[in-house]
């Protein structure tokens, strides 16, 4: 059985830092691409971030978050991370990692986390 436990989220101020950490249990890092995705209030959740698994390497960001959102992994902590830097207030949303066992950009995802609290006020 696969989890995945998001945590780091919470209330920051608009132009703050923030570093989002993924814990994945059950199965090693390099069997999955990590993906993050958002769900903003009222909006369909949209996909942010992805890390291929090992053997691809590659990094795919939206477009809307592109120079402001790294996407990284640690195989040693089996954790994936989403640092996002001068965080506004449109980044205010439901974060969600996820596992997929394809490679790339995947489609589909095989495991979700239940998703944490990002707030940003003005």
């Known amino acids: 059985q696969v989890q995945l436990v998001e945590s780091g989220g919470g209330l920051v101020q608009a132009g703050d830092s923030l570093r989002l950490s993924c814990i994945v249990s059950?199965?090693?890092?390099?069997?999955?691409?990590m993906g993050w995705f958002r769900q903003a209030p009222g909006k369909e959740r949209e996909f942010v971030a992805v890390?291929?698994?090992?053997?691809?390497?590659?990094?795919y960001y939206a477009g809307s978050v592109k120079g402001r959102f790294t996407i990284s992994r640690d195989y040693a902590k089996n954790t994936v991370y989403l640092q996002i830097n001068s965080l506004k207030r449109e980044d205010t949303a439901v974060y969600y990692c996820?596992?997929?066992?394809?490679?790339?950009?995947?489609?589909?995802?095989?495991?979700w986390g239940q998703g944490i609290q990002v707030t940003v006020s003005s």
């Open positions: 996820a596992a997929s066992r394809n490679y790339g950009l995947p489609e589909k995802y095989d495991y």
């Open positions: 059950g199965r090693t890092l390099i069997d999955y691409s």
């Open positions: 890390l291929s698994r090992s053997g691809g390497g590659h990094l």
